[in-house]
């Protein structure tokens, strides 16, 4: 298995990996402008770019997937929710399906809460073992931090859909899970982020302060300490959308 993160100068964090031996890769939330690099890598690996995902409609940065899922002739996945949202074909992405390229499996887990269609990615090398080796966690959970609650429907009601996300599927996942989250240090799409750009899940649940919390307490807290909204957001959305050039 390959394994690659890429960092953008916001502190968007994009991935790509996949199984050199069959030949096959995933790229996820590729940030426009970033096509040609996905490219480069696929060329140095000699693997087939197979699926192109966007953990959920981005609003702080315009989205390169659906322009790199064009060039390389994959399917362009997202929550299936977004398919009667976005002016443009996709593949809807449903709980618990898998994706297979080679050895790698990668499992949808649907945890709204940050968005209505946000999306954690688990991910498994079936060469070394059937067990999740790490997760993408998109927005929903960061180094440090979670996702911000207001970027659809209101705060607390997504806050609440937030915590249960978390608790329901991914704190109920192994402790040394590794995680990679959508954002670092210097994003707006969440509080108190780390400069770190990958952690465990069990130094997660005992040093990252919202997941300790009751559920009042979570709701309270993430609401009161919102983030100012990302320039241009209702633009970015939607161009990301399909709505607009």
């Given at each position: 298995?390959?394994?690659?993160?890429?960092?953008?100068?916001?502190?968007?964090?994009s991935y790509f990996y996949g199984c050199?031996?069959?030949?096959?890769?995933?790229?996820?939330?590729?940030?426009?402008?970033?096509?040609?690099?996905?490219?480069?890598?696929?060329?140095?690996?000699?693997?087939?770019?197979?699926?192109?995902?966007?953990?959920?409609?981005?609003?702080?940065?315009?989205?390169?997937?659906?322009?790199?899922?064009?060039?390389?002739?994959?399917?362009?996945?997202?929550?299936?929710?977004?398919?009667?949202?976005?002016?443009?074909?996709?593949?809807?992405?449903?709980?618990?399906?898998?994706?297979?390229?080679?050895?790698?499996?990668?499992?949808?887990?649907?945890?709204?809460?940050?968005?209505?269609?946000?999306?954690?990615?688990l991910v498994s090398d079936r060469r070394?073992?059937?067990?999740?080796?790490?997760?993408?966690?998109?927005?929903?959970?960061?180094?440090?931090?979670?996702?911000?609650?207001?970027?659809?429907?209101?705060?607390?009601?997504?806050?609440?859909?937030?915590?249960?996300?978390?608790?329901?599927?991914?704190?109920?996942?192994?402790?040394?899970?590794?995680?990679?989250?959508?954002?670092?240090?210097?994003?707006?799409?969440?509080?108190?982020?780390?400069?770190?750009?990958?952690?465990?899940?069990?130094?997660?649940?005992?040093?990252?302060?919202?997941?300790?919390?009751?559920?009042?307490?979570?709701?309270?807290?993430?609401?009161?300490?919102?983030?100012?909204k990302p320039a241009d957001m209702a633009?970015?959305?939607?161009?990301?959308?399909?709505?607009?050039?």
């Open positions: 298995m390959f394994f690659k993160q890429r960092a953008s100068a916001d502190g968007t964090l050199g031996g069959k030949g096959f890769a995933v790229a996820v939330d590729v940030v426009a402008g970033d096509e040609g690099w996905f490219l480069e890598e696929a060329q140095k690996a000699a693997v087939a770019i197979s699926f192109v995902i966007d953990t959920h409609i981005h609003a702080d940065h315009l989205s390169g997937g659906r322009a790199l899922a064009e060039r390389v002739g994959a399917p362009y996945c997202m929550h299936e929710s977004d398919v009667d949202l976005v002016q443009f074909a996709i593949r809807g992405l449903h709980d618990g399906e898998v994706l297979e390229t080679g050895n790698v499996l990668t499992q949808v887990l649907y945890t709204p809460g940050h968005t209505l269609d946000s999306l954690c990615l070394r073992s059937a067990d999740p080796w790490f997760a993408l966690t998109g927005d929903t959970l960061f180094v440090g931090g979670v996702g911000r609650p207001d970027l659809g429907g209101t705060p607390e009601e997504m806050a609440g859909k937030l915590f249960d996300s978390l608790h329901q599927k991914l704190l109920t996942l192994p402790d040394d899970l590794e995680i990679f989250p959508g954002h670092a240090a210097g994003s707006v799409c969440g509080a108190g982020l780390s400069g770190k750009p990958s952690s465990t899940l069990g130094f997660e649940k005992r040093w990252d302060p919202y997941l300790t919390m009751e559920r009042e307490a979570f709701v309270r807290s993430l609401t009161a300490d919102i983030p100012e633009r970015i959305v939607a161009i990301n959308l399909g709505k607009a050039a």
